[in-house]
């Protein structure tokens, strides 16, 4: 487990070291994730140990949400002087999430629909 730990751990620190050093907009969290998944599939998928931490901390998920819902209540202020530009973009948002998903989805459906060249 301390081992599984570490290997994420490194894969965030090397994201980080990557986005501060480019100067990079992407997140050095969201970078190391792209490179333990590149690491992960060259080797076939996770350890069984890495698999069972991932998991374990996947069922802990919502315990990292608490910081965030106190960060709300901190900048309740803010947040209600700016409540038509986060409602505006929020709701933009998440229709165009709504309609790409969709299109994406009609795509995958046509092409597992088309029929297969008989080879």
Avoid: N
């Avoid at 081992?3 to 050093?21: N, P, S």
């Avoid at 069984?48 to 910081?67: C, E, K, W, Y």
């Avoid at 409540?83 to 989805?105: D, H, K, M, N, Q």
């Amino acid at each position: 487990m301390i081992g599984a730990i570490t290997l994420l751990l490194v894969f965030q620190l090397l994201g980080e070291v990557i986005a501060r050093t480019l100067a990079l907009p992407i997140p050095g969290p969201v970078i190391g994730m792209a490179l333990l998944f590149a690491a992960l599939a060259l080797r076939g998928g996770p350890s069984t140990d890495l698999r069972d931490t991932a998991q374990g901390l996947l069922q802990h998920l919502s315990l990292l949400f608490v910081p965030a819902g106190t960060g709300v209540m901190l900048h309740y202020q803010r947040l209600s002087d700016e409540w038509l530009p986060l409602a505006v973009s929020l709701l933009l948002s998440t229709a165009l999430t709504i309609g790409l998903s969709a299109l994406v989805l009609r795509l995958l459906i046509r092409r597992s629909a088309a029929p297969k060249d008989a080879s």
